[in-house]
């Protein structure tokens, strides 16, 4: 199943997608936009493209677990997605991956400006691998 995620910003919105076989997440595009009808409307641009059968979204939970205000506003979000793309979403848990984005992009001597443009991608693509290594382990058992 083709899968894709989006990792919600108030000014960047990354998007990363998998291959069918649901073997390799990988990034998309950021989307550099703060006005949320056009960012859905880029999404539904890229789900007419891609074919996704669901849409992953980061769920930014405290780190006591608790569902602040942003995500809930992520949660808000996924359901105008749906709507706009008619394609379920699914709320995924991304504690710490902008974090781990950040990470990565250090190890790899990305800084800068160029790291900005691409960090909410590399996000996505983490959201992704881990929603996808979940449901490989899930279906293992």
């Known amino acids: 199943m083709v899968i ?3 990792d919600y910003g108030d000014a960047r919105t990354g998007i990363a997608i998998c291959d069918r076989l649901e073997s390799l997440a990988h990034p998309v595009e950021v ?3 703060s006005y949320e009808p056009k960012v859905l409307e880029r999404i539904k ?20 677990s608790t569902a602040g205000e942003r995500a809930q506003k992520c949660e808000s979000f996924a359901e105008r997605i749906t709507a706009k793309t008619g394609v ?10 902008t974090v781990s984005a950040h990470m990565y992009l250090s190890d790899n001597n990305v800084r ?16 992704l ?10 279906n293992a058992k």
């Open 4 to 6: 894709m995620s989006v």
């Open 31 to 33: 989307i550099k936009q």
């Open 45 to 64: 641009e890229l789900v007419d493209i891609n074919k996704p059968e669901l849409i992953v979204v980061g769920y930014p939970k405290n780190m006591d």
């Open 88 to 97: 379920e979403t699914a709320l995924w848990d991304e504690r710490l991956t």
């Open 112 to 127: 800068g400006k160029k790291r900005k443009n691409v960090v909410d991608a590399v996000a996505a693509v983490i959201i």
């Open 129 to 138: 691998q881990d929603y996808l290594d979940y449901r490989r382990n899930k």
